[in-house]
Each structure stands twice: as structure tokens, then as C-alpha cells.
């Protein structure tokens, strides 16, 4: 028997856009698409044969009904269209911070199990093929008992002053600057191999204060960097920083080191097949070494353009075990409770940077 073709609406062509490819590698219909700017819209749905073009979200979930929703909104949106789109029966794929709180992404987790619809955040570098086998490593013991992990995660996307305000500048829409765009993956990585934050104290800063949210009126309060330090319920150290005003980066480094050994990731944006990712380890005597890495993915993975290869190299594979959790009636990691738990940590960093001081990470 043939396996169903999912129809799918997309609400948000930023990032949103790099959905469309990664959908449709794996046989989905990519059915509407929804933007606030009309022009963008119909320029995407033109570029990716869909044919259904919205400008607001509750017209394309009434009229397009797809069965599958990616909330690629701003995250002062993601509940009340989760719940909504939940509610009349779709799945959702919903990307990160997953809401503005861990409240509001707890309401998602509720929703979804009410509706028994499968619910994913959208946690797409743990696929980097560098990634899963740092994954497996830790599995296999190469780390052992965590002493110390370190991530950073570095852009240039705003280092100008120059450069265009957007709605990531605006806390009341973003939630988070740097923390939740960027730093956020960080934090999941970190729960993924290591387990739970169980406490967190942070330091930020705007690179520009002259500059004002989206439409003036007031200043852009939204970090553009942001340094952490945190311990986790194992007793393992952690520090991240992030930054989307680094000159000259545009890179992501994440480190570990315990009882039995280390390893060291790296993703250099500016390398070719960047995507795949670097990994080297070290066992307990040795020195750090270069482990082969199999990038298992499509010769196609590296065409287009960047967001079209982040699509089909990092959320394809995402796209995969999401329409697999489908089929088998189960949410898999990274799930919406996924997403709430890096939410608890976001939360607490922001009750840091408010408060100052180390801040619990609630359970």
C-alpha cells in the first residue's frame, strides 16, 4: 500500500522557508504558505510550486487545512497557532524558542496530547551527520562521567550597525535575541547528550542601543550577545556563549570533557559541505584525534542556496522521523517536552539577566 502524501502549510517564510525543500525531499505537498508580506509570499510559493498563498495564519488553517502546520513565526505567535492548528486536527512541527515561555509551551505539550496529534520542535542541528556521532560517542561511554562542557555559536548577521531591524530585536515578540535564536540549540545539545540544567547565571548585552524595534517608538532590548554558565543535575559544568555580532563568524564549536575522554565538534559555515560537520575525540590518555564522520545524505543536500541547503541537509532529516511519528501515532525527540525543557532554561537565564545571580532551572 501506498504510503499517505501529507499536505503541508507553512505560517513564517523566514527561516520557514527552509522547511519547503525539506518537506518536499520527502514526498510531502507543500500546499500553502503564509506571510505577512504578500510580495514575499507569492515570490516563495512561485519558487516551490505551492499554490496556496496567505497573509494571515487563521485564513490558512481554515482554508487550506493541511495536515501538517511548521510554526516558523515569531514565537509571541507559536502558542495561540499551535493550539489552534492542534485543534482542528494537524500535526505540528513548531520552531524554536518553542513559545515565549515554559508555560506557554507546556499549553502545546497539553494540546497536542489532547488532540493525539504528533508535535516535534524544531531542533534541526542535532541531525548534522558530526552531530549523531558525537551523539553516539556519548552513548558508547567516550566521555565518561562529564567534568565540563563548553558551546559557542557565532554570527555576524547583525554586527553592523547599519543592517535592518527586525522582529528578533523585539523582546516582546522574540522572547529572547541571541539566546533563543541561537543559544537555544546549544542548550538542546547539552540536554541531549548530558541531561538537565539545574541552575544557570548569565551576562548579555545590545551591540547597538541606538537602534529601535521594528517601527521605531523604542529601543531594540533583545541581546545581540549573551554568555551563560550553568550546572547540570550530574554535577557536569557548562558554559555557552553566543553572539550575532561577531565580526568575521559565522561558525559553531561544542565541547566535552570527562572521566574517560573528550570530544570537539565544530561547524564552520564558510567550509564546503559545511553541514556535515568536524569531530575529533581523544580517550583517556590520548590526544585529540579526527574521527571519521558519514554524512549519509543526498547528493543534493549541498545544491541551492544556504537556506535551501540548511533545509535538505539539517530539517530533512528532522522531516523524516517527524512523518515516521506520524505513521506510528508517537511524538519523538526532539518533541514539544523537548522544547519546554530548553524553555526552562531560556527562562532562567532571562530571570538572570533581570535579577542577576545564579537562578534555579525549574523542573
Known amino acids: 500500500m501506498a504510503r499517505k502524501k501529507y499536505s503541508v502549510g507553512i505560517i513564517g517564510l523566514g527561516f520557514g522557508r527552509a522547511h519547503i525543500p525539506a518537506f518536499q525531499a520527502n514526498g510531502c505537498e507543500v500546499v500553502a504558505v503564509c506571510q505577512r508580506n504578500q510580495e514575499t509570499a507569492r515570490s516563495v510559493a512561485a519558487r516551490y510550486n505551492v499554490p496556496g498563498v496567505f497573509e494571515r495564519w487563521e485564513q490558512m488553517l481554515e482554508e487550506a487545512r493541511p495536515d501538517i502546520v511548521v510554526i516558523a513565526s515569531p514565537p509571541s ?12 486536527g494537524a500535526h505540528v512541527l513548531c520552531e524554536k524558542p518553542l513559545a515565549m515561555t515554559a508555560a506557554e509551551g507546556r499549553d502545546m505539550v497539553q494540546a497536542a496530547a489532547k488532540a493525539q496529534r504528533v508535535a516535534m520542535t524544531g531542533f534541526n542541528w542535532r541531525f548534522v551527520p558530526a552531530m549523531q556521532r558525537f ?43 541571541a539566546m533563543g535564536d541561537m543559544g537555544v540549540h546549544l542548550i538542546d545539545m547539552v540536554r541531549w547528550h548530558f541531561g538537565e540544567f539545574t541552575k544557570v547565571t548569565a551576562q548579555a548585552g545590545v551591540a547597538y542601543p541606538s537602534r529601535s524595534v521594528p517601527g521605531g517608538g523604542r529601543p531594540a532590548d533583545a541581546e545581540d550577545f549573551c554568555s551563560v554558565m550553568g550546572e547540570l543535575a550530574s554535577g557536569g559544568q557548562v558554559t555557552l556563549s553566543v553572539s550575532r555580532a561577531a565580526r568575521g563568524a559565522n561558525e559553531v564549536f561544542f565541547e566535552a570533557y ?6 570537539v565538534y565544530r561547524m564552520d559555515r564558510e567550509k564546503p559541505k559545511w553541514y556535515v560537520g568536524e569531530l575529533r575525540a581523544a580517550g583517556a590518555s590520548g590526544t585529540l584525534q579526527p574521527v571519521a564522520v558519514t554524512a549519509g545524505l543526498p547528493r543534493s543536500a549541498g545544491e541551492g ?13 528532522l522531516v523524516k522521523r517527524f512523518l515516521e511519528g506520524i505513521r ?15 524553555q526552562l532554561v531560556l527562562d532562567a537565564v532571562l530571570r538572570s539577566l533581570q535579577e542577576s545571580g545564579w537562578q534555579r532551572v525549574e523542573s
Not at 83 to 88: F, M, N, P, S
Not at 258 to 263: E, I, W
Not at 328 to 342: F, H, W
Open 77 to 88: 505567535l507559536h502558542r495561540e497557532i499551535a493550539l489552534r492548528a492542534l485543534g482542528q
Open 135 to 177: 551523539h553516539s560517542l556519548v552513548e558508547e561511554g567516550a566521555v565518561g562521567r562529564l567534568f565540563h562542557a563548553g558551546g559557542r555559536w557565532l554570527g555576524a548577521r547583525w554586527a553592523d550597525e547599519s543592517a535592518p531591524t527586525t522582529w528578533r530585536m523585539d523582546r516582546a515578540q522574540a522572547g529572547h535575541g
Open 258 to 263: 570527562g572521566s574517560q575522554g573528550a570530544l
Open 305 to 317: 542556496d544556504p537556506l535551501e541547503v540548511t533545509g535538505k541537509a539539517t530539517i530533512a532529516p
Open 328 to 342: 506510528k501515532g508517537e511524538s519523538p525527540s526532539p518533541s514539544l517536552e523537548d522544547g519546554v525543557r530548553a
